[in-house]
Every structure is written in structure tokens, then in C-alpha cells.
């Protein structure tokens, strides 16, 4: 009797899920605008997706060309692009020198764009800059 | 000897900032998941309580976030983890900022299919905040990140 009565309601319930399944269906296939945003949704989230894997490279230590992508002054950090197509990610440190024509300069100094060779010691999977040259 | 590093340093607000937006936005999320399928007003207009404190507490937390970046960076073996988690986290600020704006929308609207939106949205904005936190927590726990270890003998504590 017991069983009978968990199957009754199980079927119940199971029919009912099947109506809230179509009528999210029927919602959706008779909103064709909705289908719209949905996928412009979609769109997003795969857009955020790679945003979010957008990253940075480790190389070997050494002395690498490359350009300044990127400037966060405030962190006293720069972002190279190498010649490669790698990029760097490096935090100046009280160790690391900064010159131009052979003279040490004021960080600055720099601007994204410019031409630079910057060598540096891999400790772990951190860069560590021991000079940055700006070579324009 | 080595002196025991004053508490309240930048890259402290950081772990003090992020932990009730996570809270907020998981719960908020839920609320919202429960509104589908229960009436009472409580997990809808809850939910969009929670999803808007849990957004401001989020653009809070990736703030101090990027106080702090600019101090452990030096410090990590593997920084790129420490991106990951930066990215991640934006992703995340982001997404819950969309689905804020869904939600006002659709307060005029009141149209089901954006109603399923707001909570699609919320299911994957949870997604990246689980795997922010679990950057994050990778960050602490393998990396040490802002986290000043004692000397082997404890003596800047005697």
C-alpha cells in the first residue's frame, strides 16, 4: 500500500517537473527575443571565460627584446612583450636597474610602446628583473 | 631577532574584505535558484538583497585585492597563479554586475525567460567565484601569500 501510494506521488511529481520542462520550453520557443539574450548570455560568459585566462608567460633566466605593453606605476610594474610573442610579467625590485644610453633613470621614465632589453633571473616561476635598458 | 610584522598592513584588508561577499553572493544565488520554484516573496526579493550587497562587497574585495597585489607579487614562487586569480575574480565582479543590471530590468519587465537569465547568470558567476576562492586559498596556503612566517625558533615572540 505504502508502495503504491510512493509510486502515486513519485508519478506526480515527476509529471509534474515534465510541465515546469514545458513550459520553460514553451517559454522560450514562443520568446524568440529571449533566445536571443540567452545567447548573447552565452556569449558573455565565454567572453568573461577567456578573459579570465588571459596570462602571463615564464621563461628561462636570461636577457630577453621586447616592448612595454604595459605600465602599473603605482606597483612599480611592467609588462613586456617579447619578440616572441611572450609576455612578461615584472615587478621591479630594489636590485633591479633602470637605465637608458647607459644613465640610470627615474622609472618614469617609461612609456608603454618603447623599445626595451630586460634581464632577468627566474626564481620558482617569478621573474625577477635584475635591468631593464630602454633602447630609444 | 626578527620583529613580529605589524597586523593591520595593506595586503591584510584583502582576506578581511572577500569573505562576506562569498558568502553573500552563494547565498544569493541560492535564494534566487529556490524563487523558480517556490512563490514566497522572501528568496526573490531576499536573493536580490543579497545579490547587491554581495556585488558591492565583490568590486570591494577586488580593490583590496589590488593593494595587495602589488605587495606579495614580489614574494610568490608562482605569480601565475596569483593572475589567474586576479582574472577570475574581475570575471566574477563582472558577471554578478551584469546580472544586478538583469534584475533591475526585469523588476519592469517581469518577464520569466530573464527571470531564468538572472539565475543562469548567478549559477556561472558562482562558478568563478568557487574558483577565484580557490585560487585564492591556493595562494595562502602553498604560496604563503601576505602571510609573515615565524623563525624556525619562535624567538621574536619571547
Partial sequence: MLGFFCTVNFKVKSYRYLFYLYAFRLTLSQNMVMKIKLKSLVVLFIAFGFAACGGIDVVESGTYSGTIKEIEAAKTEIYVSTEDGKTLELYFTDETSLTKDGQTVDFGMMEEGMAVEVEVVKEGKRLDPISVKIME | ?158
Wanted: charged letters at 15%; aromatic letters at 12%.
Fill in chain 2, 1 to 158: 631577532m626578527g620583529e613580529i610584522p605589524d597586523f593591520w598592513r595593506p595586503e591584510i584588508y584583502h582576506p578581511l574584505s572577500v569573505h562576506l561577499p562569498i558568502g553573500l553572493l552563494l547565498a544569493a544565488t541560492a535564494f534566487k535558484f529556490i524563487s523558480l520554484f517556490k512563490s514566497a516573496s522572501v528568496w526573490k526579493q531576499g536573493g536580490s538583497v543579497l545579490l547587491f550587497m554581495g556585488v558591492v562587497g565583490a568590486w570591494i574585495s577586488v580593490y583590496t585585492g589590488d593593494v595587495a597585489d602589488g605587495i606579495v607579487s614580489r614574494e610568490l614562487c608562482d605569480p601565475i597563479v596569483l593572475k589567474n586569480h586576479e582574472n577570475a575574480s574581475i570575471a566574477m565582479a563582472w558577471i554578478f554586475t551584469v546580472t544586478v543590471v538583469l534584475e533591475m530590468i526585469n523588476t519592469f519587465l517581469r518577464k520569466y525567460g530573464l527571470k531564468l537569465a538572472v539565475v543562469v547568470s548567478m549559477l556561472v558567476g558562482s562558478g568563478f567565484l568557487v574558483y577565484t576562492g580557490h585560487l585564492g586559498a591556493t595562494l595562502v596556503y602553498q604560496q604563503a601569500a601576505g602571510v609573515y612566517v615565524p623563525s624556525n625558533d619562535c624567538s621574536e615572540f619571547e
